[in-house]
C-alpha cells in the first residue's frame, strides 16, 4: 500500500510516481475532504522508496489544499536524495521551504 490513512496522519511508502499516483490521487481527494482542520496534518515519508515529478505535484496539491482550508500540514522525513535534487531543479525546494516556516516543514 503506498498511502496509508489514518485520519490526519498520512504514512506514504514505495513510489509515487506516474504509474501510481492517479490511485494515490483517487485515495487522497476523498481523505482530503475528511480532514480535522482543528489538528495538525501530518504526511510522514519516512518510507518512501522513490518520489519524481507526479510525486512532487501531489505534494503540492496537498500544500495548496492545506493552505487553503488552514489546516496545519507537517511533511515528514522528506528527504531522498534524488528527489530533493529533483524538487530543487524544478524549484519546488525553494517552496517547501518558504512554506516550513508557515506550518509546513521538511524533516529528517
Not at 483517487?26 to 515519508?45: F, G, P, Y
Not at 525553494?94 to 512554506?99: D, R, S
Request: aromatic share 8%.
Amino acid at each position: 500500500m503506498a498511502l496509508d490513512i489514518q485520519k490526519n496522519n498520512w504514512y506514504v511508502s514505495e513510489a509515487f510516481t506516474f504509474k501510481t499516483i492517479a490511485y494515490i490521487e483517487k485515495q487522497s481527494s476523498t481523505a482530503r475532504k475528511q480532514l480535522d482542520a482543528k489538528q495538525a496534518w501530518i504526511i510522514n515519508c519516512e518510507n518512501l522508496s522513490h518520489m519524481d515529478s507526479a510525486g512532487l505535484a501531489w505534494l503540492m496539491t496537498n500544500l495548496a489544499f492545506a493552505k487553503k482550508h488552514n489546516i496545519p500540514l507537517n511533511i515528514q522525513n522528506f528527504s531522498l536524495p534524488n528527489t530533493l535534487l529533483l524538487a530543487e531543479v524544478q524549484g519546488v525546494l525553494q517552496i517547501l521551504q518558504e512554506k516550513a516556516s508557515q506550518g509546513v516543514q521538511t524533516t529528517s
